[in-house]
């Protein structure tokens, strides 16, 4: 794959399968040095073993949270920035859908807390340090189910949008308003990050055969499985990751949503910079972060 990413050190959430964990092995044969976060240990060992396999000679670390929690994602931050000198891209990538709704210890909707915040509070830990390191990159995976439905700041915890049904589960419809903050997110963080060296951008990778949805339950996997049969190989769910965080085509492009390697444009709903401005001050009120 080429030398382009080393020296680089790659951060990166939900990358012991599935899309992440192909992208992360990709820029590791490109020469970065990857940082993980996960959650299963067993799993985490494997996927470090795997990443030394491809790169030799690199100390590829791993570290470990429940990224559903806000102390959780702003302890593992704030370790990771203190133990790396410089970060290059930060791959927010985890992520999952739930049949019903569930709580966090927080009080957050659980897809909220895992598909949003989580996001949004790695970034924010570790953005002095990307800025530090700039040129630096910031790529988010969202997902053409942002176009579902539009998102209500006054239910982001979905206590009215489980009441619904799309698809035989309103789980579909919760989805796909955490994907919608991830464009609004990234669209935001991109006009903040204006100047700085560091660019935001974010991504539909296609729908993709990995363990995605298979922790749902139900009629809702069921539903999942069947349409896997029609999906994409995680390699190929993981090309726009790898090449938005490591083409030099897209060195100076900040602020766009991605699908095959090329920017294309979400729905109107997800081109809102009104919506993704308060979305960004209700989400930093809620993890009590100085906006």
């Known amino acids: 794959m080429g030398e382009q990413m080393q020296g680089k050190v790659v951060v990166i959430t939900g990358a012991t399968s599935g899309i992440g964990q192909v992208a992360a092995e990709n820029l590791a044969g490109m020469g970065a040095r990857i940082v993980q976060i996960a959650r299963d240990r067993g799993r ?53 859908l739930f049949r019903t709704r569930q709580l966090t210890e927080d009080g957050l909707e659980m897809t909220f807390a895992l598909n949003h915040m989580a996001y949004f509070l790695l970034t924010d830990g570790l953005r002095e340090r990307l800025v530090a ?79 995605f949805g298979d922790q749902s339950g139900g009629f809702l996997s069921s539903l999942i499985g069947f349409a896997k049969r029609f999906a994409i190989t995680p390699q190929k769910g993981a090309e726009t990751i790898t090449y938005l965080a490591s083409s030099p085509e897209v060195e100076n492009i900040t602020g766009q949503y991605f699908y095959k390697c090329r920017v294309t444009q979400p729905n109107k709903n997800a081109q809102d910079d009104e919506m993704a401005r308060r979305l960004w001050e209700e989400t930093a009120r809620l993890a009590s972060i100085s906006n």
Request: proline fraction near 4%; include cysteine.
């Open 133 to 211: 390191s700039a040129p630096a990159r910031v790529v988010s995976t969202s997902s053409d189910a942002h176009r579902i439905a539009p998102l209500d700041l006054n239910d982001l915890q979905s206590e009215k949008a489980y009441r619904g049904s799309w698809f035989g589960s309103p789980g579909f419809k919760v989805y796909g308003r955490s994907k919608l903050c991830n464009i609004l997110f990234t669209r935001e963080l991109a006009r903040r990050l204006a100047g700085t060296g560091v660019t935001a951008n974010c991504l539909h990778p296609g729908f993709v055969a990995t363990r």
């Open 44 to 96: 985490g060992e494997q996927a470090i073993r795997r990443l030394t396999s491809i790169h030799p000679g690199v100390e590829h670390t791993i570290h470990y949270a429940d990224m559903s929690r806000m102390s959780e994602m702003k302890r593992v931050a704030a370790e990771i920035a203190q133990a790396e000198a410089r970060i290059d891209v930060l791959i927010n990538n985890a992520g999952a």
